[in-house]
């Protein structure tokens, strides 16, 4: 069975300031892909950056990067010059070990992100 | 980038009416399409895996016959929410992921329904 964890229900950071928010992940599974999504307030779910199990690099998107340490089976988002634009709910999520051409995602809980001046 | 649309954004509706919610891929053709709830303040949990052609796999505890998924093509999904009740309330969301399979699922822009 797959869990994914987010501990943080709400993180405030000051404009400019980098913050991380956290992710654990469990599965028995070895390939997989840990992928953040942003929530803003009207709904959307905004895709921010994916990871796969396989992967030698740390995962990067502009402000956003994925501090992967797969021993600790942590994922957990980066985001560097935070902006005022950046408060939202933030979800972290796995994917289901590949069945075909597209797999399920499983998400965590949240974290609501504040971003303060 | 590739994009999916999600008609409507918001509904209001009458206890025991069916509402359908559509979920479209415009530039690429969606085999696979997920449906997603969400509850307020609460995490998006599946509801159903749709399939081009085929019938929708259900998750545990999700009602087959309440929530009706039409995958007709290959760039359309469509949810029918029927006899809803107020319990039924709730924000869905839909989601299609791109040919390849190891890339990210993109996520239509929700339907926030409301039954009174």
């Known amino acids: 069975a797959q869990k994914i964890t987010q501990t943080q229900p709400g993180m405030f950071v000051q404009e400019k300031e980098a913050v991380t928010l956290d992710c654990t992940y469990d599965?028995?599974?070895?390939?997989?892909?840990l992928f953040w999504y942003k929530q803003p307030s009207s709904g959307e779910m905004i895709f921010l950056i994916y990871q796969g199990s396989y992967d030698q690099q740390n995962a990067t998107e502009g402000r956003y990067s994925l501090n992967f340490q797969k021993a600790r089976k942590s994922a957990n988002l980066v985001i560097s010059a935070s902006q005022l634009g950046d408060s939202a709910m933030y979800f972290c999520?796995?994917?289901?070990?590949?069945?075909?051409?597209?797999?399920?995602?499983?998400f965590g809980t949240g974290t609501r992100l504040q971003v303060t001046l | 980038g590739a994009v999916v649309s999600q008609h409507p954004s918001r509904v209001i509706c009458k206890s025991g009416t069916s509402v359908k919610i559509e979920c479209r891929s415009l530039?690429?053709?969606?085999?696979?399409m997920f449906w997603y709830r969400q509850f307020p303040k609460q995490s998006l949990m599946l509801m159903a895996t749709?399939?081009?052609?085929?019938?929708?796999?259900?998750e545990q505890g999700v009602e087959k016959d309440k929530f009706l998924i039409n995958h007709a093509s290959l760039t359309l999904s469509t949810l029918t929410v029927t006899s809803a009740h107020p319990e039924d309330s709730s924000f869905y969301i839909c989601?299609?992921?791109?040919?390849?399979?190891?890339?990210?699922?993109?996520f239509g822009s929700g339907t926030q329904l409301s039954v009174l």
């Open positions: 999520a796995m994917r289901e070990p590949n069945t075909g051409t597209a797999s399920k995602l499983t």
């Open positions: 749709s399939n081009e052609g085929s019938k929708a796999t259900y």
């Open positions: 989601s299609a992921s791109t040919p390849n399979r190891n890339e990210k699922l993109f």
């Open positions: 530039d690429f053709q969606a085999t696979t």
């Open positions: 599965t028995s599974d070895p390939s997989y892909g």
